[in-house]
C-alpha cells in the first residue's frame, strides 16, 4: 500500500506513539479485521518497481543471447547481475559461518549470488552479496538491460531501437 504520513507522530502519557497515515486505498476491510488486534507494522520509503515488460525483455534479451552464443541462459543472467553495480553488500562473516550465510543468501533466487575475500580479522572472510534482479531499482534494470543489449549487438542480434527502450525506463518512474 502507497501512503503519506500526515501531521507529526504525537506521544501520549503512556510514551507510546500515534502516528497517521492517508491512502488512496479502500484499507475498509482491513481495518475491520485488524482493529482489535496486536499488529506488526513494517514502514519503508516508497519506490516504483520496474515494469514486467522492462523485466520481459531482459529475459528475451538473455535468451536470444544464450541461443547466439551456445551458453546457458543462467550464466548469461548471474554475469549481467555481477556486472550491474550498485547491487551490493560486503559483510565480514566468522568462518565458520560462510558456507551458511551463501547458502541462505542463494536462496533468494538465482541471481542471489556472493563471492568471498579475505577479512583482515583473523578468523574472518568478507562475503560480497549481490542482490538479484527482482529488488533492482529503475538505475540498476536500465543498466542491465543497456549491457545485455550491447552484449546482443556485438553478436549482431537486433534489438529494439533506443526510443523503445527508452520507453520501457520510462514505465518504471
Not at 531482459?58 to 548469461?76: F, Q, S, T
Not at 566468522?94 to 568471498?116: F, M, Y
Request: hydrophobic share 40%; aromatic share 8%; proline share 3%.
Amino acid at each position: 500500500m502507497k501512503a503519506r504520513f500526515e501531521g507529526q507522530p504525537l506521544r501520549t502519557l503512556e510514551g507510546e506513539y500515534i502516528i497517521t497515515l492517508r491512502t488512496r486505498e479502500d484499507v475498509r476491510s482491513t481495518w475491520q479485521t485488524l482493529h482489535d488486534a496486536d499488529v506488526d507494522v513494517s514502514i519503508k520509503k516508497h519506490r516504483e518497481r520496474r515494469s514486467l515488460d522492462a523485466n520481459a525483455y531482459a529475459w528475451v534479451l538473455m535468451d536470444k543471447l544464450a541461443e547466439a552464443i551456445g551458453r546457458p541462459k543462467m550464466d548469461i543472467y548471474k554475469d549481467a547481475v555481477l556486472e550491474v553495480g550498485g547491487n551490493t553488500d560486503i559483510v565480514c562473516v566468522q568462518d565458520r559461518a560462510v558456507d551458511k550465510l551463501r547458502e541462505s543468501w542463494s536462496k533468494n533466487g538465482a541471481g542471489w549470488l556472493t563471492e568471498t575475500m579475505p577479512s583482515k580479522i583473523e578468523g574472518c572472510t568478507n562475503v560480497i552479496l549481490y542482490y538479484g534482479s527482482s529488488s533492482f531499482d529503475t538505475a540498476q534494470m536500465s543498466r542491465l538491460i543497456d549491457n545485455l543489449v550491447q552484449d546482443c549487438t556485438a553478436v549482431g542480434i537486433e534489438t529494439m531501437p533506443p526510443y523503445k527502450i527508452a520507453a520501457l525506463v520510462e514505465a518504471w518512474t
